[in-house]
């Protein structure tokens, strides 16, 4: 495990977060302008969706595809459950709070996943090719698990029609299925067609996104005052926890050690595109520099850095090589 978390924190991807976060730490005036960030994010959701789809075309649905799927949606919806009551015993912060940050680790980071599969790859191991539909199902049952626990307390968020337009016509999850289903559609013929475009270049221009990721982190991290020890400690700690309960549901279902590590990736991943989006509208009165900052500067990092290798490491010991 010690080698493979060396590897990882000396990997192009990793080192780029790291020049980001220490760029920003020293208030240097590097940026990624928004529109790049932005056109960087719509090439790799494209690229992780098509190729998704293509390889799901190769491999076929069958019954464990269906019970990935309920497993995803199932661990979506339950950890904010878990996340919130966690987050109250180990933080002072509000209900309120509690249960937007609570959502956020019920849903995914579409970008953890992304560099998931990048260790996978650098380690030759492969996954089912339907993991990135799974990684779309978990987006929204966490925000709606998250106003749930919200509507419970005395701050009661509606679920107006702009709410499930956010959850449901998300650019991300457009885009991410949008994409697989293209890549279903064509098959290893379209792949391979546009292999030059979308598998040569990825592990590039991931590390520009990393390095704008690093840049975003680093601010939070200045701004860490918002939060507690608790909440820190949280931010550390309900990775482990998702992450468990992705490893159980992957025996369950009967995943490879690929696929366990992603699905592990994924359960242990915190949200920082979509939940924030809904909660904008939702929950208004909930605060973003405690949930942004939990998720974008402290548990991302963590997962980056040291998370991935546990993961893949644990996923070995346990589903076997």
């Given at each position: ?5 060396l ?9 780029s ?5 220490g ?5 240097s005036?590097?940026?990624v ?9 719509i ?7 098509f190729?998704?789809g ?12 269906g019970l ?8 979506s ?12 015993v ?7 709070d509690?249960a ?8 995914i980071s579409?970008?953890t996943?992304?560099a998931?599969?990048s ?5 030759g191991i ?6 990135v539909?799974i990684?779309?199902?978990?987006e ?19 679920m ?8 449901l016509?998300n ?17 290893a ?14 592990q590039?221009v991931?590390c520009?996104?990393?390095?704008d990721?690093?840049?975003i982190a680093?601010?939070?991290?200045r701004?860490a ?8 400690a ?7 926890v998702?992450a468990t309960?992705?490893l ?7 995943l490879s ?11 242990a ?8 989006a809904?909660?904008r509208v939702?929950?208004p ?15 991302f ?11 893949l ?8 090589s």
């Open positions: 495990m010690l080698d493979l978390a590897a990882n924190l000396l990997s192009p991807i990793v080192l977060f790291v020049l980001g976060v760029a920003a730490l020293a208030r005036d590097l940026s302008p928004e529109a790049v960030a932005k056109g960087i994010s090439y790799l959701l494209f690229a992780i969706g190729k998704g293509a390889s799901l075309t190769e491999h076929g649905i069958d019954l464990t595809l990935s799927l309920l497993a995803g949606v199932v661990l919806f339950g950890l904010p459950l878990v996340g919130f009551s966690l987050l109250r180990l933080s002072g912060i509000s209900r309120t509690a937007a940050v609570a959502g956020h680790y019920g849903s579409i970008v996943f992304v998931g599969t260790v996978l790859a650098d380690a492969s996954s089912e090719g339907y993991m539909a990684a779309a199902a978990m929204a049952p966490a925000i709606l698990s998250a106003l749930w626990l919200i509507s419970r307390g005395s701050d009661v968020a509606e107006s029609s702009d709410v499930w337009r956010e959850i016509l650019g991300s999850i457009v885009l991410l299925l949008g994409s697989f289903a293209i890549g279903m559609a064509t098959g013929e379209g792949l391979s067609r546009i292999e030059s475009f979308i598998v040569s270049p990825f590039g991931l520009l996104f990393l390095l990721m690093g840049l680093g601010r939070g991290l701004q005052d918002v939060l507690d020890r608790g909440a820190v949280f931010g550390i700690l309900m990775p482990l998702g309960a992705g159980v549901a992957s025996m369950i279902v009967g050690i690929g696929g366990t590590t992603l699905l592990m990736t994924l359960a991943s915190a949200s920082y595109i979509a939940v924030p809904a909660m939702a929950v009165q909930a605060n973003p520099s405690i949930y942004l900052t939990l998720s974008l500067a402290v548990t990092p963590f997962t980056l850095v040291l998370g991935l290798p546990i993961y490491t644990v996923a070995k010991s346990v589903i076997g």
